[in-house]
């Protein structure tokens, strides 16, 4: 059964850079036609995409992030990961990381999500 | 950016009753690319519905969704005590994914 888990500092400072881990157990990260997805939640609040990697290292954002995510494989750990730069209070939320095949499909598995908060 | 609306933002039900979940499109959604989830408080949404009308698996049949175009619904029947829950649509579209405000279905 494959399972997902977050990793990574639950705190930030301002300005910093916020990197998440997903390792993914029971399965492989290079296995075809996932789209291996970071997804986040202010508390109390709903669901914002972040972005998605696919077809072995392609990527595609939110746009309102304005270049400051990264996503990316690490297939020697089974891990995606997520990077993203000069965070503010803004970005405090619960972090997930989750896989679809794509569009025809939901995000049939979740991680558990991982709270960041950042603050100084 | 297509945005979706969820409505209304919370739903008082008792058990045994039918919840009607509204989601509608700022534009036209290819209804194979609409999705339902729900949350429950501490944890990960959970997949119900893709395709707009294809349960996921292990969903029990209760759940139903339906709609094309710009207009998309979520029914529940017979509300059981686990149902209570927010509900959040998604789309995808060209960029990206999108979700919904959320619904929250709460035991009157």
């Known amino acids: 059964q494959v399972q997902l888990q977050e990793s990574g500092p639950g705190l930030v400072k301002p300005s910093q850079t916020l990197s998440l881990s997903c390792t993914v157990s029971g399965g492989s990260v290079t296995s075809s036609g996932y789209y291996w997805t970071w997804i986040r939640q202010h508390p109390g609040k709903g669901l914002e995409w972040i972005g998605y990697i696919y077809d072995s290292g392609r990527t595609y954002y939110k746009s309102s992030l304005n270049s400051r995510a990264t996503i990316s494989v690490d297939t020697s750990k089974n891990q995606f990961s997520l990077r993203l730069r000069a965070v503010s209070a803004a970005d405090t939320a619960f972090y997930y990381c989750a896989r679809t095949k794509g569009p025809l499909y939901g995000l049939d598995l979740w991680g558990r999500g991982i709270l960041v908060t950042v603050s100084s | 950016e297509i945005v979706l609306t969820q409505s209304p933002g919370t739903l008082s039900l008792s058990p045994g009753e039918t919840a009607t979940l509204s989601c509608r499109a700022s534009?036209?959604?290819?209804?194979?690319?609409l999705v339902w989830y729900q949350q429950k408080p501490g944890q990960a949404p959970r997949l119900l519905i893709y395709?707009?009308?294809n349960r996921a698996t292990g969903i029990p049949d209760r759940f139903r969704g339906s709609g094309s175009g710009t207009d998309f619904s979520l029914t529940i029947s017979r509300l059981e005590p686990e149902d209570f829950a927010v509900y959040y649509c998604q789309q995808y579209g060209n960029p990206g994914i999108t979700f919904g405000g959320g619904t929250k279905v709460e035991i009157k």
């Open positions: 395709g707009a009308s």
């Open positions: 534009q036209s959604v290819s209804s194979n690319y």
